[in-house]
């Protein structure tokens, strides 16, 4: 099984920015897309960004967009958030993920993802 681990997250006031990554233990040629999910205290797990590593299609939740920017390095085996202007509302643990397949051909479906990180948390103060 592939193992995902999330790095860069910390603490930091309104307007500023972090830099998430997501080291990946091996090429995953495979893979259908890869995404950032993110939860809330009390709040159920939402996606903020996929890429779908087939064809490039990039998708962005629209509470992020134009704030956010998911990338990968192949050759590092590695996927970024690159997030700017962040929110106090952007406050939750985030997660990366991997999904082999799709059926339902949605964004964000989570339920198919299938290998997950642990997570790392962050936080924006006002």
């Known amino acids: 099984q592939v193992k995902l681990v999330e790095s860069g997250g910390g603490s930091v006031q309104a307007g500023g920015s972090l830099r998430l990554s997501c080291a990946i233990s091996?090429?995953?040629?495979?893979?259908?897309?890869m995404g950032w999910f993110r939860q809330a205290p009390g709040k159920e797990r939402e996606g903020v960004a996929e890429?779908?590593?087939?064809?490039?299609?990039?998708a962005y939740a629209d509470s992020v967009k134009g704030r956010f920017t998911i990338s990968q390095d192949n050759s590092k085996n590695t996927l970024y958030l690159q997030m700017n202007s962040l929110k106090p509302e952007d406050t939750a643990m985030y997660y990366c993920?991997?999904?082999?397949?799709?059926?339902?051909?949605?964004?964000?479906?989570?339920?198919?993802?299938?290998?997950w990180g642990p997570g790392t948390q962050v936080t924006v103060s006002s």
């Open positions: 091996k090429y995953t040629y495979k893979t259908h897309s």
């Open positions: 890429i779908y590593t087939g064809n490039g299609y990039i």
């Open positions: 993920a991997l999904r082999y397949y799709s059926d339902s051909d949605a964004d964000f479906d989570e339920y198919e993802y299938s290998d």
